[in-house]
């Protein structure tokens, strides 16, 4: 080691021994990294450093950029000249040693929502056997570990691919059989919400094949294809909580280093090595290996994209891809909210088919609210999606998942996963034609007004939203038309050769004129055979093109012999009837009658399960599982809904603390309020301060009679993004020791209501609530306002007595003989 190097290491571990006297003592002094704020925004600065090390967030409003470094790498940003300093929290984050929670039995140690690569291919296995004709679990390569011998067992390199094998579909133009989705995920192995992400949609489609019409029909007419580890010898690195970016090739940098191997989004052959967006020192996060493709991982990668997606561009730098070209690829990575498509190499220059790239990016946008900013900072070469286009002419895509490389479980269950998924279902609409159908319009909320169950001969009366709006223009203005025909056709897709026969929609105001327009109409359904019928729909713009389809089932059914479900929805507490809306398994809905509470639905015969949710606030819902829907009968489900008992109602008005521990400075103001006049808020008359971590608490609440407890409040919070908490949390024991509910950062746009499910309550004779804030030594916002605070629950229903004899203990028993 030179000795301005060991200056410089001694130089960082003395500023991280100073933050551990200054009071922060979960910064671990033995850490390989270190993550620090380098207060530039200078896009010069920026590209150098991206060339061997990737930034992980540039904040341009704050004029810093993050990024994880060791001593090493510490010493070359000081030879940059720039204001250095260490980010104690996101250090501690990623050094904290990994445990697995309490009864915590799957997942990686500390985050059970995200499988372990073992426990992924283990649920892709089981996909495969469980939907035989539907699923495909490939062997496509092998990791680097696999290929040397005497080591690391090492990886197959496996391919989830979804089809219907039994249903032939409709060839793209281009004959190439049916058009195709490629996904690759957690091709960086600490980018922990990828896999899980691409796992989880592959769920959802197998799941509501049969169920949902959109899911039907993409698996009917499309492929699917998921490779949720790119990367697997890398994530099994990461899940010990190591800050593992590239695969474990020992060649590269030593075999026991931790910075060893290749960075596999530098590694593909498209433009490799050629723009200084990739490294060749061997210990760098972004060394792009010894030669293009020369990784097992981006060999495999490579060689399947050639197998399912046809060559569609010619090599010309400047050749686009055909308007009609077919196919859409994703690379999904972690983090920062973006969606970026080519080029990677050159930031200065844009694809041939970066109008048609930009419309499609800026409608993925949509659903999951990412910046749709089509290229970053700095240079990127060698990596997939330029491969993807480059090479192949597909439609391609980066979408950087989240906030974090190691995002809590709670912010992927309720934001990255169903927000993303839905961008992930768009897309699956398109590979068809992905430069040209996400310009026309979508058709939104697609019903039948009479019910999904439909007696021989009688109309079905469709309604739906044509929508040429839906983009998200954060980053530019997308164009946009007005909606000009909407059209829909029975049991055969719009492409389907020879076309099937469409039936015109109106427009609800009589005139199409506008980019969204509400459409309707009667369609026979004279001489369809009783079951199962899917409804396809599709509008068309001004400028004549069709956006994606959408699909609704319905039945032909007699209802003199067709099953029914019926019954009543009535409270425990007084016998009163309830309103309901009674749901049948996800085909069949109705509500029960408010004034009796009674209910019949007609549904096709099945085992369903039926459930109750009541349309007020006073009562819990209920379910009932494995109800038989038999042809000609009528299957009778009672519901029972138990009142709810509130245990707690704070609205903040009567000006005191009503047993409410508020630490400072915590207080209740009026500033702002979702109830008039009062809210409990962290930081009264202005800004919170640095290093704040105060609570405001609940008093004791006995819930041992209570179940389905449930927390009710509205707030509003402004916090600096990824540094900065609002925590709501929970105690069984008191206040003794407290576990996370959710957390937020950032902001909202104003007064949202939040419902949080707590079945650790549930029981609990000494419950208790509290909103934390916690923040670093940095930047300071509005912060959190918190109103109208309810905790309520279902009283336990009590058996007065209750014997299975299944002991075989019949000791207590008398018995006489008759």
Known sequence: MSRILTISFLVLSLMISALLLAGDPTLPTDCPITVVRVQSVDPVVIADIAQWTEPWEIRT???????????????????????????????????????????????????????????????????????????????????????????????????????????????????QGKPVLFITSAIHAREYTTAELTTRFAEYLLGNYGVNADATWLLDEHEIHLM????????????????????????????????????????????????????????????????????????????????????????????????????????????????????????????????????????????????????????????????????????????????????DCESFESTIFPENLE?????AKVPRTPYLTPSGPEMLDLNLQGGAFVAPGD????????????????????????????????????????????????????????????????????????????????????AG????????????????TAPHIAGAVTSAGDGSPVE?????????????????????????????TVTATPTGPDHGGASVSGV????????TVDFLLQPFEVSLFEDAEDGNAQGWTAESPWALTTESAHSPAHSWTDSPGGEYGDNVDSSLTSPVMDLSNVENVELRFFHTYVTESNYD??????????????????????????????VLQLPDLSGTAQARIRFRLDTDGSQTRDGWHVDDIIVRGKAIESSIFAEGFESGDSSGWDFATP
């Not at 093109?545 to 059914?557: E, R």
Request: net charge negative.
């Open 228 to 407: 949720l580890h790119t990367n697997p010898d890398g994530r099994k690195q990461a899940e010990t909580g190591a800050s593992w970016r590239k695969n474990t090739n020992e060649n590269y940098c030593g075999a026991t280093s931790s910075s060893r191997g290749a960075d596999l989004n530098r590694n593909f052959s498209f433009h490799w090595a050629c723009c200084g967006g990739s490294s060749s020192s061997e210990c760098d996060d972004t060394f792009h290996g010894a030669s293009a493709a020369s990784e097992p991982e981006a060999q495999a990668v490579e060689a399947y994209a050639d197998s399912i997606f046809p060559d569609q561009r010619d090599d010309a730098m400047d050749a686009p891809a055909p308007d009609d070209a077919t196919g859409v690829y994703f690379d999904i990575h972690s983090y920062s909210e973006i969606i970026l498509w080519p080029w990677g190499f050159d930031t200065d220059t844009n694809p041939p088919n970066n109008t048609a790239l930009q419309t499609l990016g800026r409608k993925l946008a949509y659903f999951n609210g990412y910046d749709p900013s089509h290229q970053i900072w700095y240079a990127v070469d060698g990596d997939t999606i330029d491969s993807a286009y480059g090479r192949l002419g597909v439609a391609s895509y980066v979408f950087e998942l989240g906030t974090t490389f190691f995002q």
């Open 628 to 635: 038989a829907a038999v042809t000609g009968s009528t299957t």
């Open 725 to 754: 908490y609002a925590i709501v949390e929970h105690s069984t024991n008191g206040g003794s020791t407290w576990s996370e509910a959710i957390r937020w950062d950032g902001s909202n746009s104003g007064w949202d209501e939040v």
């Open 580 to 608: 309901a809306t009674i749901t049948v398994g996800s085909i069949s809905s109705g509500m029960s009658d408010p004034a009796t509470g009674l209910y019949n639905l007609m549904v096709p015969e099945g085992v369903y």
């Open 61 to 175: 409003k704050e004029g810093y950029f993050i990024v994880g470094v060791n001593a090493d790498e510490f010493m070359r940003l000081e030879g940059l000249g720039v204001s250095i300093e260490i980010d104690a929290k996101l250090t501690a984050d990623y050094c904290a040693p990994r445990f697995r929670l309490p009864d915590q039995r799957s997942g990686i140690p500390g985050y059970p929502c995200y499988r372990t690569v073992e426990e992924t291919f283990a649920a892709a296995a089981q996909l495969a056997t469980d939907y035989p004709t539907l699923a495909q679990w490939i062997d496509v390569g092998d990791s680097w570990e696999k290929t040397e011998p005497g080591g690391n067992a090492g990886y197959d390199m496996m391919v989830l691919k979804l089809t219907n094998s039994e249903v032939t579909g409709t060839p793209t133009g281009l004959g």
């Open 423 to 427: 961008a992930l279902i768009y897309a």
């Open 545 to 560: 093109q069709w956006g994606p389809t959408s699909a609704v089932f319905f039945w032909i059914m007699d209802p003199a």
């Open 459 to 542: 109309l079905i009366e469709v309604t739906a939203t044509a929508n040429d709006t839906r983009f998200n223009n954060s980053s530019g203005t997308e164009p946009t038309g007005t909606v000009a025909i909407a059209r829909c056709s029975l049991d055969a897709a719009p492409w389907t050769d020879p076309a099937p026969a469409f039936h015109t929609l109106l427009a609800a105001d009589g005139t199409f004129d506008g980019g969204t327009e509400l459409v309707e109409q009667s369609i026979e359904t004279t001489g369809l055979a009783d079951g199962r019928h899917t409804l396809f729909c599709q509008a068309q713009d001004n």
